[in-house]
Nanobody, 127 residues
Framework: QVQLVESGGGLVQAGGSLRLSCAAS????????MGWFRQAPGKEREFVAV????????YYADSVKGRFTISRDNAKITVYLQMDSLKPEDTAVYYC????????????????????WGQGTQVTVSS
């Protein structure tokens, strides 16, 4: 089991930047791919980004590609989401999640691939 706590959300103007952090507890953090999802008001939760267990691979939703960067520090058992050039449509609650299987990013874009979730952090981008 991995326990996850997100932080770093807030209110920012369009074009600005935020860095989200997801602090994990649990000895096996370094074995899991870690993902970020988001849920805007009235919409379903959607995939944002994922990073492999060792940081060697990362995948992004088309809507954030080139603007967001996911990274991880296994020594600090933390995963980050650097968000630049923010747009009002990025407004959402952002969640980090741990993949349910070791050493894989299979089906990384599906919520069902993750079995540990944080409580979420609100990001609001004003126009």
């Amino acid at each position: 089991q991995v326990q996850l706590v997100e932080s770093g959300g807030g209110l920012v103007q369009a074009g600005g930047s935020l860095r989200l952090s997801c602090a994990a507890s649990g000895r096996t953090f370094s074995r899991y791919a870690m993902g970020w999802f988001r849920q805007a008001p009235g919409k379903e939760r959607e995939f944002v980004a994922v990073i492999s267990w060792n940081g060697g691979s990362a995948y992004y939703a088309d809507s954030v590609k080139g603007r967001f960067t996911i990274s991880r520090d296994n020594a600090k058992i933390t995963v980050y989401l650097q968000m630049d050039s923010l747009k009002p449509e990025d407004t959402a609650v952002y969640y980090c999640a741990a993949h349910r299987a070791y050493f894989t990013t299979d089906y990384y874009y599906q919520e069902s691939s993750y079995n540990n979730w944080g409580q979420g952090t609100q990001v609001t981008v004003s126009s």
